[in-house]
């Protein structure tokens, strides 16, 4: 058989591997340990970009483009340029008619003169009186030719992008071909609203008239589009204009339209386009500050840059519920900032949905959560900044790669077992391999293998693996009681002590599995929290400090594991100033009262004669917290740390490393 070997073209490569976005989840990590929630985190790395991602932009480097965009477009020039050019144009073929009957004696110059007096000073209306004035001079005759011409290629190009050019030599077969266009156009509209509309009209009429669309659309959709932000900037450029300039070029496109034999086609169109396009600011006046004129065509096509560039700029700042990047229309990114910006869009878009498909990210009603693998991934980045700052000399074997392999080796082996993570035994397991290879060959059965420069090879299969038996080191039951008060967002210690607890459950469940570990937060009441939740966990906007309550929760803890070490850390800043009464309410007071203080003492009393040591970490520099720590550690006999909020971490896992090294 002969194999051809090539690229891949049906579909995506089946063999490559899976996008990797735990850089991304990284750097949302470090915006979410620090206190920001997933939907405001995903949000920020959007708008800043992946560093190092082949220098793709973000959000904030596109929305700087649009902006500086929108700048230049304002600046252009001002919107009446047709009027002042149509009455430049009208004054010149009145003055050379003039200078044509000036030498003239007779009454009928005479009279002629009277009549270009008497014109309106509005200049539609003294083009609309002239259109039927038999001209005298010639080259006032021309010049008023190339008025019309003028005012016939603005109008129809601010309907039909490029539609000037196209006139640029206009003859009688050139307007009857617009006029038809302009029926066939209207007719494909009202049988697309019959739901008579077939893709193959489409392709015949673009057939004949693809030159008059050099937006080159693929389906009525695409060109009903384009024809409705033109018209609609159409609109906004007459609003943005004063009362009498806008009177007199409504006039202007009105005559000019009827001279055309398009005025009734153009209105059905318009009626068209407004019905399906609603959305669109048709009135919405618009202020270019620039000082040279534009024709009225340029004036469309920058007001219609101008509402592509609004849209995009809300789209990018992505700062309204539910926001996604799929909101961001790739086709207004491609019009305002090229083919490289929607590359740029794509890659953006491929992180989200990269997140979310390969179970980062899980979106529930518009909100944004954290799935469990995204925790166990916060966890372990939270507990490597721990250890980055751990001295490896003094802390000891914190970043060991044998877990699960504590305790003494008793000097026996069994057969392995899925999930096993004691060290393998190799000299048995080889042992088993040589055998079963021998008793193989010496049988002829085809489990035996050739030999190998006279000897048999050797090959191993899963069951011949045993690995070494070790004595079963002692279980914990770990009680991290944290601080969820409002005075730790306050003080700013909030995100250290949220990293604390991830560092602390991811360093429990790979180092130490065998432990029971139970995170509490408290503020005027205490609750246990899960580890799928303390990523995305927020601070409460509540007072109360109910230490009694937390105490008690650890407590049940560690009376559910009575063959366990227990471990009690508190992370706190501030003393307590709530307690949990009989009826299951809580009690708060400023200053603490002294049955705060006595039923939260007592608490600490009962941890004593549990043996469960407590230390305590302190956030703050009280008088009053380090008077009621100290009488904690005289009770208990645990200890009193005082880190900075950017070592707390360290200071929580080392201790805990200390005393599980300890037992």
Not at 35 to 61: E, M, N, V, Y
Not at 354 to 364: F, I, K, N, P
Request: proline share 5%; with cysteine.
């Amino acid at each position: 058989m002969v194999y051809r070997y090539g690229e891949y073209h049906d579909g995506p490569d089946p063999l490559a591997p899976p996008y990797d976005v735990r850089a991304a989840l990284d750097e949302m990590g470090d915006a979410i340990l620090s206190g920001s929630t997933p939907i405001h985190a995903l949000r920020d790395l959007l708008k800043r970009g992946l560093p190092g991602a082949q220098d793709r932009r973000g959000l904030d480097d596109m929305l700087r483009e649009v902006r500086r965009r929108r700048r230049e477009l304002r600046e252009r020039g001002r919107l009446d340029g047709t009027l002042d050019r149509a009455r430049s144009l009208l004054d010149k073929a009145i003055g050379q008619e003039r200078a044509e009957l000036f030498p003239d004696p007779s009454d009928d110059a005479r009279l002629r003169e009277a009549s270009l007096d008497g014109l309106p000073d509005d200049t539609a209306s003294a083009i609309q009186e002239l259109s039927s004035y038999e001209w005298r001079s010639a080259a006032a005759r021309q010049t008023f030719e190339e008025l019309r011409d003028l005012l016939r290629r603005e109008v129809l190009d601010s309907q039909f992008k490029g539609m000037r050019d196209a006139l640029a030599n206009p003859d009688p077969a050139a307007m009857e071909r617009i006029r038809q266009m302009m029926s066939d156009l209207n007719d494909m509209l009202d049988r697309d609203a019959r739901g008579e509309h077939t893709q193959a009209d489409f392709d015949s009429f673009m057939s004949k008239y693809a030159d008059m669309f050099p937006e080159r659309p693929r389906t009525l959709e695409e060109l009903v589009d384009a024809l409705a932000r033109r018209a609609a900037a159409t609109q906004r450029m007459l609003a943005s204009l004063t009362p009498r300039q806008r009177e007199e070029l409504a006039n202007l496109i009105n005559q000019t339209l009827d001279q055309a034999g398009l005025s009734e086609q153009m209105r059905r169109l318009g009626d068209s386009l407004y019905a399906r396009r609603p959305d669109l600011a048709w009135g919405t006046p618009e202020r270019l500050t620039g000082e040279d004129p534009m024709g009225m065509g340029d004036a469309v096509s920058a007001l219609e840059e101008l509402a592509d560039l609004t849209q995009l700029e809300a789209a990018l700042r992505q700062d309204y519920p539910g926001a996604r990047l799929d909101d961001i229309d790739e086709a207004a990114i491609r019009r305002a900032l090229g083919r490289s910006a929607v590359d740029d869009l794509e890659a953006l878009k491929r992180i989200e949905r990269e997140l979310e498909e390969q179970g980062y990210l899980l979106r529930r009603r518009g909100k944004l959560e954290l799935t469990p693998k995204a925790v166990r991934r916060l966890g372990e980045t939270a507990l490597r900044r721990v250890f980055a700052s751990l001295d490896a000399g003094r802390r000891g074997d914190h970043d060991q790669r044998d877990a699960g392999s504590a305790g003494e080796l008793t000097g026996s082996s069994r057969a392995w077992r899925f999930g096993d993570e004691q060290p393998i035994d190799v000299v048995r397991t080889l042992v088993n391999g040589i055998r079963r290879t021998d008793t193989a060959r010496r049988t002829g059965h085809p489990g035996g293998h050739p030999r190998i420069a006279g000897r048999p090879r050797v090959r191993l299969s899963v069951d011949d693996f045993e690995v070494s038996e070790t004595e079963r080191r002692s279980a914990a039951a770990v009680c991290l009681l944290v601080d969820l008060s409002y005075s730790m967002a306050l003080r700013g210690t909030w995100a250290a002590a949220k990293q604390t607890a991830l560092a602390l459950q991811a360093l429990v469940a790979s180092k130490f599995p065998q432990d029971a570990v139970q995170i509490v937060g408290f503020s005027n009441y205490a609750r246990v929290l899960q580890p799928d939740e303390l990523a995305g966990l927020d601070w409460d906007m509540v007072q109360g400090t109910n230490l009694h309550h937390a105490l008690l929760i650890a407590g049940r803890h560690l009376d559910r594991h009575p063959d366990f070490e227990p471990v009690v850390l508190v992370v706190t800043d501030g003393e307590p100033t709530a307690h949990l009464m009989r009826n299951g309410r809580s009690a708060f007071e400023w200053p603490p009262s002294p049955e705060t203080l006595e039923l939260t003492l007592a608490e600490v009393d009962k941890m004593t004669r549990r043996r469960a040591t407590i230390n305590v970490f302190m956030l703050a520099a009280d008088e009053r917290l380090q008077e009621f720590v100290d009488e904690v550690a005289r009770r208990n006999g645990g200890r009193v740390f005082s880190p900075s909020a950017d070592r707390l971490g360290e200071y929580v896992v080392s201790d805990f490393l200390r005393q599980r090294r300890s037992r």
